[in-house]
């Protein structure tokens, strides 16, 4: 039933590795976004979509990328994890002409 | 500076009591999202506003765009309200982009 689900929900990574973070939607949503969690900083966009195969940098875009492949797939990548990208990641979907916007469980990353 | 900033950042409430949170921007907000996450971590949708008020239950949110402020009122609070409240400002760019406060942690006391 949840239409916004992420996997995993909790990793730990090694420094220098590849990192992925799969969202999947299932509210036909046009725009879906990434955004870490921080003490502090409450959430910050790292990545967002416009529909699949558009990606657009967010305000801490550094050290991801994203990938769009289809309407309900978006993921987040990190090429080279380092300990500052210890964080919850959210990902969220949002309909094409409105700001409103829907999330997954986040999940839990520990880049050691 | 912050363009999103919430007030208090954090509350202390007993059981029956009302209360009011309150975001500022420094943004020319046109839409205004509410969220409460609760002690499991997850993003509970509360309200999405364009300048007006809605209610809904005991929460009640308002959102001013020329003065720049949205409020969330909570009337009777309950232990279940506990958690932190965030608000997210879309800006007049209309990218359907959203800026987050640092939310307004907030323990409701039996």
């Known amino acids: 039933e949840a239409a916004v689900t992420q996997s995993p929900r909790n990793k730990v990574a090694v420094t220098g590795g590849k990192v992925t973070l799969s969202c999947n939607q299932t509210?036909?949503?046009?725009?879906m976004y990434w955004y870490r969690q921080d003490t502090g900083h409450g959430l910050r966009l790292i990545h967002y979509?416009?529909?699949?195969?558009?990606?657009e940098k967010g305000d801490i875009p550094d050290g991801y990328k994203a990938s769009r492949p289809s309407q309900e797939n978006f993921s987040l990548i990190l090429e080279l994890a380092t300990p500052s990208q210890t964080s919850v990641y959210f990902c969220?979907?949002?309909?094409?002409?409105?700001?409103?916007?829907?999330f997954g469980p986040g999940t839990r990353l520990t880049v050691l | 500076g912050d363009k999103v900033k919430q007030s208090p950042s954090a509350l202390s409430l007993q059981e029956g009591t009302n209360s009011a949170l309150r975001c500022n921007f420094s943004?020319?907000?046109?839409?205004v999202q509410w969220f409460l996450q609760n002690p499991r971590g997850s993003l509970i949708n509360l309200f999405y506003?364009?300048?007006g008020t809605k209610e809904n239950g005991r929460l009640k949110s308002a959102f001013d765009s020329k003065e720049s402020y949205s409020t969330l009122h909570i009337r009777d609070a309950q232990l279940e309200d506990s958690g932190t409240y965030f608000c997210?400002?879309?800006?007049?760019?209309?990218?359907?982009?959203?800026?987050f406060g640092t939310g307004t942690r907030l323990q409701v006391l039996p």
């Open positions: 969220a979907s949002g309909d094409w002409d409105y700001a409103e916007q829907f």
């Open positions: 509210n036909n949503h046009n725009n």
């Open positions: 979509s416009y529909g699949a195969g558009s990606t």
């Open positions: 943004i020319a907000a046109t839409t």
């Open positions: 506003l364009v300048p």
């Open positions: 997210a400002a879309e800006g007049r760019a209309n990218t359907n982009k959203v800026v």
